[in-house]
C-alpha cells in the first residue's frame, strides 16, 4: 500500500490538526513521568487514530507523550524519526519495507517474515519495527457498480486484457512504481489501462473522478468504510498480489526499552481490520475527534482514559 501521499478527507484532516494543535504540548500523566516521548503520523485520519491509540496507552503507562501528527509522506516520516524529532509512528509492514529497501520487492504476504526483513533494513538506521498486529490496511483497487456490472467484475481477474484497454486508471503518484499497484497490476493480471490519471491516494480527487466519470478503476484501501455508499465495488486480489501491509509501530531503539515495546505490542495483540474500519469510519465519516475515538478504544479494550 502506500498511504503517504494526501488525506483521504479534507474535513477529517482539519479535525485532526486541531488534535494536533492542542496535544503538541504533551500530554502528562499525573506524578513522576517515565521519560517523554514523541509519536509521529501520516497525513490521513487513519494514522492520527493509530497514533494517539499509542500515545495515549504509554501516558496511561506513565510516560509522557507528545504528538507530531499529520507531518505528511513516508520520505517526510522517516526522515523524522532518523533525525530523532520523533520517538516512533504506527506504520504498515510491507510499505515500510519497500520504503526502506529502496523498493527492492523483498515484501510478502506473511507479515511476520515481512517485519522480520524490514529490521534488517531499520537495525543500521537504529530503528525497529515491533510485532505486527493483525490490522491490516492494503492496496485494493475499485469500480464503479455501472462498470461491474457492465463488463461482470466481482475479482481482478475478471477483467481481461481487452476490458482493461477500455478502462482508465486513477491514483496517487507512486503507484506507476510501487510494487503492489500499477506493475503488480501488470505482471500478476497482465492489465494494461488504456490511460493513468495521477490523483491522490485514495482521497478526495480519485473519488471525485470516480463521481464524474473520468476514471473506471482506482486505488483503495481496505480499511475504507464508505465505499459503498460512494458506489463503489471492491474487486477482489483472488491471486494474492498485495502483501502484508499490517499496522506495525516502527521505534528509535534508544526508546524501545522492554516496557515501551510491551505496551505497543499490547495494543497489536488486541488491534483487528474491524476495529480500524469503524475507527476510520468515525474519524472520516462521522466527524468525531480522532483523540476521543482512539479513547474509546482503549477503554473498551481494558485501557484506562
Not at 524519526?81 to 506473511?110: C, Q, R
Not at 531499520?122 to 456490472?149: C, H
Not at 492489465?191 to 486505488?219: E, W, Y
Not at 484501501?221 to 499496522?247: E, I, R, S
Request: net charge negative; charged share 15%.
Amino acid at each position: 500500500m502506500i498511504r503517504n501521499i494526501t488525506s483521504r478527507w479534507l474535513v477529517a484532516i482539519l479535525a485532526a490538526f486541531l488534535v494536533v494543535a492542542t496535544a503538541c504540548g504533551g500530554s502528562t500523566t499525573p506524578g513522576t513521568s517515565k521519560g517523554t516521548l514523541t509519536v509521529g503520523g501520516f497525513n490521513f485520519p487513519e494514522s492520527s487514530i493509530l497514533a494517539n491509540i499509542y500515545g495515549q496507552a504509554l501516558a496511561h503507562d506513565g510516560y509522557t507523550i507528545n504528538y507530531k501528527l499529520l507531518l505528511g509522506p513516508r520520505p517526510i516520516i522517516a526522515a523524522a524519526i532518523k533525525a530523532g524529532s520523533i520517538d516512533m509512528y504506527p506504520g504498515y509492514a510491507a510499505s515500510e519495507l519497500e520504503y526502506y529497501n529502496n523498493s527492492a520487492g523483498e515484501a510478502t504476504s506473511d507479515p511476520a517474515a515481512t517485519t522480520a526483513t524490514l529490521n534488517t533494513h531499520l537495525q543500521p538506521l537504529g530503528l525497529v519495527a515491533l510485532t505486527p498486529a493483525a490490522a491490516v490496511d492494503a492496496n485494493a483497487f475499485a469500480v464503479p457498480q455501472a462498470t461491474a456490472t457492465e463488463y461482470s467484475l466481482t475479482k481482478l481477474s475478471d477483467i481481461t486484457p481487452a476490458i482493461a484497454s477500455q478502462l482508465v486508471f486513477g491514483a496517487g503518484p507512486e503507484c506507476p512504481t510501487y510494487k503492489f499497484c500499477l506493475p503488480g497490476l501488470a505482471s500478476v493480471y497482465g492489465l494494461h489501462f488504456k490511460a493513468v490519471k495521477t490523483l491522490d491516494t485514495d482521497g478526495p480527487l480519485t473519488r471525485a473522478a470516480f463521481k464524474n466519470g473520468s476514471i473506471q478503476i482506482g486505488l483503495v484501501f481496505t480499511t475504507d468504510a464508505d465505499l459503498k455508499g460512494l458506489g463503489l465495488v471492491v474487486l477482489q486480489d483472488d491471486k494474492h498480489m498485495t502483501a502484508a501491509d499490517n499496522v506495525v509501530p516502527v521505534v528509535r531503539q534508544a526508546a524501545a526499552s522492554t516496557e515501551v515495546t510491551t505496551v505497543l505490542n499490547s495494543i497489536d495483540g488486541k488491534l483487528t481490520t474491524a476495529d480500524l474500519i469503524s475507527m476510520v469510519d468515525q474519524v472520516a465519516n462521522q466527524h468525531l475527534d480522532a483523540a476521543a475515538v482512539a479513547t474509546t478504544w482503549l477503554q473498551q479494550h481494558n485501557y484506562s482514559s
